[in-house]
């Protein structure tokens, strides 16, 4: 993937070039790229008046930022609490298996990243699965099939249930 600089400069000047919103101008950048690129870590750092290590210190910090490139849908697998013990592990190990990878990886094409989250505060609906910004909730290995497949073919995506 190419790294545009007059697009990083349009996101950073959307904040007016200001140190305090690193943490914003980061998370557009992500969402441009799916990751953090590092030309767009040392241009930010540049622009904002930081050095590199200052903007890379907060890359790293917060989980929510990759400085690899993620696949174009991201499936987070909730192993929190109550979705532990309804069955989040069993529902990641069956997309480890229909992916061909580990939770942290990306599939070789590209299309799908996999994550394995603590808690995503919706106990009421375990074991959930969010699907880029879409919560699956009560997900079984059949349902998690079916999203994949759909994501895999380019269709909407199955509904999630309501909490009860």
Same mark, same amino acid.
């Given at each position: 993937?190419?790294?545009?600089?007059?697009?990083?400069?349009?996101?950073?000047?959307?904040?007016?070039?200001?140190?305090?919103?690193?943490?914003?101008?980061?998370?557009?950048?992500?969402?441009?790229?799916?990751?953090?690129?590092?030309?767009?870590?040392?241009?930010?750092?540049?622009?904002? *008046? =930081?050095?590199?290590? &200052?903007?890379?210190?907060?890359?790293?910090?917060? @989980? /929510?930022?990759?400085?690899? $490139?993620? %696949?174009?849908?991201?499936?987070?697998?909730?192993?929190?609490?109550?979705?532990?013990?309804?069955? *989040? =592990?069993?529902?990641? &190990?069956?997309?480890?298996?229909?992916?061909?990878? @580990? /939770?942290?990886?990306?599939? $070789?094409? %590209?299309?799908?990243?996999?994550?394995?989250?603590?808690?995503?505060?919706?106990?009421?609906?375990?074991? =959930?699965?969010?699907?880029?910004?879409?919560?699956?909730?009560?997900?079984?290995?059949?349902?998690?099939?079916?999203?994949?497949?759909?994501?895999?073919?380019?269709?909407?995506?199955?509904?999630?249930?309501?909490?009860?």
């Amino acid at each position: 993937m190419t790294v545009e600089l007059e697009r990083i400069d349009e996101i950073i000047d959307s904040y007016d070039a200001d140190r305090t919103n690193a943490l914003a101008i980061l998370q557009d950048i992500q969402k441009a790229y799916n990751y953090l690129p590092r030309p767009t870590l040392e241009r930010t750092a540049e622009r904002i *008046g =930081v050095s590199v290590g &200052e903007v890379y210190r907060l890359a790293t910090f917060f @989980k /929510a930022f990759s400085l690899q $490139p993620q %696949g174009e849908h991201m499936l987070r697998v909730c192993l929190g609490t109550a979705c532990h013990v309804i069955g *989040g =592990v069993r529902i990641l &190990e069956h997309l480890e298996r229909e992916l061909g990878i @580990k /939770a942290g990886e990306t599939t $070789p094409d %590209g299309k799908f990243s996999l994550q394995a989250v603590r808690c995503l505060g919706a106990c009421a609906l375990a074991p =959930v699965m969010v699907v880029d910004e879409h919560v699956h909730g009560k997900v079984t290995n059949d349902k998690a099939s079916k999203i994949v497949a759909a994501l895999s073919q380019g269709d909407e995506l199955p509904e999630a249930e309501e909490a009860g």
